[in-house]
């Protein structure tokens, strides 16, 4: 038995929209998946995962798509003004936050692993990436955010672990470049504070951040296996702020932090 399509939700995030807009567009043309798949140069399985909003594609796809569905190159346009000629690189799990990023009043977040990505290099990016240069530019241009004139950037708190800054991500100078970025972005409204090695704290659970949107409205992203996951459970949201608060108990101020952070750079990363 054929499995039966997935029902998608355009407004949910561009990967939804965009892949319901080629479901569309084929069944119009009355194809199915693997009679796309022969007349284009992607498989019917590839087709599938784009149209059921779950993995990303080139802007190629949507141009093999327009000149064999005659579509005017209706979705070529929607690609471009979706993702800006890029691939759609964030996973289905996490394509939807960069939208609460970007209306965000508020971001508090503890990462106890890396570097959060909001403040990562390119270069500790691309290590973490795989070399993935669609995903490093989409993740780079996500930090537009804490830059931006209007609205105002929201207000960044974030709070990582020692252990975070002495962790070898890639080579020396990339560490020693992605400390001392760290410690420079601290500002009226970008707060990073350390967990001092040895302090006990109960953030070993895995990472997190709350977003604080117009209205005090609220969500949050947690980090867990296999892959991460959106909240706006109002239990939940309250036990990512309780435990949000009882880490922040551990961590030294920003201007302490700032320090440390470079001191750390010298010592352990200078090139």
């Known amino acids: ?11 949910r995030g561009p990967l939804d929209l965009f892949g319901s807009e080629v479901r569309r567009y084929r069944e119009l043309g009355k194809l199915s998946l693997a009679q796309l798949g022969n007349q284009i140069p ?8 784009v149209e059921r909003g779950e993995s990303g594609c080139e802007r190629i796809f949507a141009e093999e798509c327009d000149r064999v569905l ?3 190159e209706a979705l070529t346009h929607l690609h471009d003004g979706l993702f800006d000629g890029r691939t ?7 394509a939807d936050w960069p939208q609460y990023e970007t209306t965000a009043e508020t971001l508090r977040s503890y990462q106890p692993l890396v570097i959060h990505g909001l403040l990562q290099t390119p270069s500790y990016a691309e290590v973490l990436l795989y070399g993935d240069q669609q995903a490093v530019q989409s993740r780079i241009d996500r930090q537009i955010i804490l830059t931006r004139n ?6 960044l708190i974030y709070i990582l672990p020692e252990r975070v800054l002495r962790s070898r991500v890639g080579t020396a100078a990339v560490m020693y470049e992605q400390l001392h970025q760290l410690a420079d972005a601290v500002s009226r409204r970008l707060s990073v504070q350390v967990i001092p090695d040895g302090a006990p704290h ?12 117009p209205g005090n409205l609220q969500t949050a992203y947690t980090l867990s296996e ?15 702020h309780q435990r949000f608060a009882d880490i922040s108990t551990y961590a030294l101020p920003a201007e302490l932090s700032a320090a440390l952070i470079k001191e750390i750079a010298e010592e352990l990363w200078k090139p």
């Open 150 to 155: 209007e609205p105002p950037p929201p207000r």
């Open 226 to 240: 296999p892959h991460g996951r959106i909240l706006d459970g109002l239990s939940e949201l309250e036990r990512l």
């Open 70 to 72: 005659d579509t005017r």
């Open 1 to 11: 038995m054929p499995q039966r399509p997935k029902t998608l939700t355009p407004s």
């Open 42 to 49: 992607y498989s019917s399985s590839m087709i599938s995962a």
């Open 202 to 213: 109960p953030g070993n659970l895995g990472g997190f951040t709350i977003a604080t949107l």
């Open 88 to 94: 759609a690189a964030f996973p289905e799990h996490f």
